[in-house]
Structures are given as structure tokens and as C-alpha cells.
């Protein structure tokens, strides 16, 4: 089955949950398909938005409050998608993230208390009204993603298994709110199981959105 019809799916989950390597695998089975595939990161993916994200992610700014985390997340957002995100959809090109707006939702939403009325207004600036086609959501215990990640945490990771539950328990509400968009896989089956899931969920996206 050739897949052509560029599309913009989004990975999103806890630290530690594993979408990283399910984004890299997805996009080599995208281009193995025929088509062109991009893979991004957030915060990050441009010059500017890799600055912001290591202001975000260093440990030593503390002092760093809730809401000039959310503004500079959004920030890191705005450039990726101005930059490198619309240009590569209308050149045809699948965009795959590792996060996106929903992780501004679950982290500074769920996990840091703002509003998360407010941060859709402001992804929706952030973004350009881009939405996702499809979201998955690879969904572990913040146990489970503690014990899978190596090396130092940084900021975000190191504020504890708490703030991490918040956020699961966040990004669980968003995927009951638009369970077309987010699809929620079991993050502890096998990397394999959870990667042939991913690619039998597009190909049934990918045909009906050809009817």
C-alpha cells in the first residue's frame, strides 16, 4: 500500500513513555511507503526554538514560573510551525512531531494549573489554527516512565512522579474529548505491537480520508 497524501501526525505522551522512538519508526515506515517524511522535536527544530528549549529544559532555571514556561513553549511552537512545519505540508511532505500543543495542554495545563482554556487560545495563536490529522498518545504510568528514562533528568522531568501523573491524567481528558483526533496506545506493550498499532490506524485514516 503506497501512502502519498502528505499528512501532520503528532506523538505526545509523559516523559519516558517511549513516543520518541515510536515517531522515528513511523517515519521510516512512512518513507518506506513512497512518501517524503519529516520528523521534528518540541521544544526545538528550528535555530530559535532550540535556544528556547534549553532555557526551558535547564535545570538550573528554577526560578523559571508557569507562565513563561507556557509562553516560551508556545514561542518554540510558533517558530517550528511558521518555519518548518507549514512549508513542508504544502511541499507535500508528512510531518511527524515528537509533541505538540497537546503536550502544552497536559504540562502546563494539567501539570503546572493554568488554564486550559487559555492555553487552546494560545496554541491556536502559537499555531496558526494547525491542527494535527492524527494524535497518539502512547500512555504509561509515570512509574513506568521514571524507570525507563537514562540519564539526568532535566527541568521538567525532575519536578517528580506528581507533576507527571497530572499530566497523564490531562492528556487522558484531551483524548476523551476528541477520540477521532487522539488515539490512546497501552505504552507497555513491545515496541513492535505498539508500531504495527500506529500503522494499521493510518492506513484506515489514510482510506477514508481518500473516499
Given at each position: 500500500?503506497?501512502?502519498?497524501?502528505?499528512?501532520?501526525?503528532?506523538f505526545e505522551?509523559?516523559?519516558?513513555?517511549?513516543?520518541?522512538?515510536?515517531a522515528?519508526?513511523?517515519?521510516e515506515?512512512?518513507?518506506?511507503?513512497?512518501?517524503?517524511?519529516?520528523?521534528?522535536r518540541?521544544?526545538?527544530?528550528?535555530?530559535?526554538?532550540?535556544?528556547?528549549r534549553?532555557?526551558?529544559?535547564?535545570?538550573?532555571?528554577?526560578?523559571?514560573?508557569?507562565?513563561?514556561?507556557?509562553?516560551?513553549?508556545?514561542?518554540?511552537?510558533?517558530?517550528?510551525?511558521?518555519?518548518?512545519?507549514?512549508?513542508?505540508?504544502e511541499?507535500?511532505?508528512?510531518?511527524?512531531?515528537?509533541?505538540?500543543?497537546?503536550?502544552?495542554?497536559?504540562?502546563?495545563?494539567?501539570?503546572r494549573?493554568?488554564s486550559?482554556?487559555?492555553?487552546?487560545q494560545?496554541?491556536?495563536?502559537a499555531?496558526?489554527?494547525l491542527?494535527?490529522?492524527?494524535?497518539?498518545?502512547v500512555?504509561?504510568?509515570?512509574?513506568?516512565?521514571?524507570?525507563?528514562?537514562?540519564?539526568?533528568?532535566?527541568?521538567?522531568?525532575?519536578?517528580?512522579?506528581?507533576?507527571?501523573q497530572?499530566?497523564?491524567?490531562?492528556?487522558?481528558i484531551?483524548?476523551k474529548?476528541?477520540?477521532?483526533?487522539?488515539?490512546?496506545?497501552?505504552?507497555t506493550?513491545?515496541?513492535?505491537?505498539?508500531?504495527?498499532?500506529?500503522?494499521?490506524?493510518?492506513?484506515?485514516?489514510?482510506?477514508?480520508?481518500?473516499?
Amino acid at each position: 500500500m503506497k501512502i502519498t497524501t502528505a499528512k501532520f501526525i503528532t506523538f505526545e505522551g509523559i516523559d519516558g513513555c517511549g513516543k520518541s522512538t515510536q515517531a522515528k519508526l513511523f517515519r521510516e515506515w512512512i518513507i518506506s511507503k513512497g512518501s517524503k517524511a519529516i520528523l521534528v522535536r518540541e521544544p526545538g527544530g528550528t535555530k530559535v526554538s532550540e535556544s528556547i528549549r534549553d532555557i526551558l529544559l535547564n535545570r538550573k532555571n528554577l526560578e523559571l514560573v508557569e507562565r513563561t514556561e507556557a509562553l516560551l513553549m508556545t514561542a518554540s511552537r510558533a517558530q517550528l510551525t511558521k518555519e518548518v512545519i507549514l512549508p513542508s505540508l504544502e511541499q507535500g511532505s508528512w510531518v511527524i512531531t515528537d509533541r505538540y500543543a497537546d503536550s502544552t495542554l497536559a504540562y502546563q495545563g494539567g501539570g503546572r494549573g493554568l488554564s486550559v482554556e487559555w492555553l487552546k487560545q494560545l496554541n491556536d495563536f502559537a499555531t496558526y489554527s494547525l491542527k494535527p490529522d492524527l494524535t497518539f498518545f502512547v500512555d504509561v504510568s509515570p512509574e513506568e516512565g521514571q524507570k525507563r528514562r537514562s540519564g539526568v533528568d532535566d527541568r521538567i522531568e525532575s519536578a517528580g512522579l506528581a507533576l507527571q501523573q497530572k499530566v497523564r491524567e490531562q492528556y487522558l481528558i484531551l483524548a476523551k474529548e476528541d477520540p477521532k483526533r487522539i488515539i490512546v496506545l497501552d505504552g507497555t506493550a513491545s515496541v513492535e505491537v505498539i508500531q504495527a498499532k500506529i500503522q494499521r490506524e493510518i492506513e484506515i485514516f489514510t482510506a477514508k480520508s481518500a473516499e
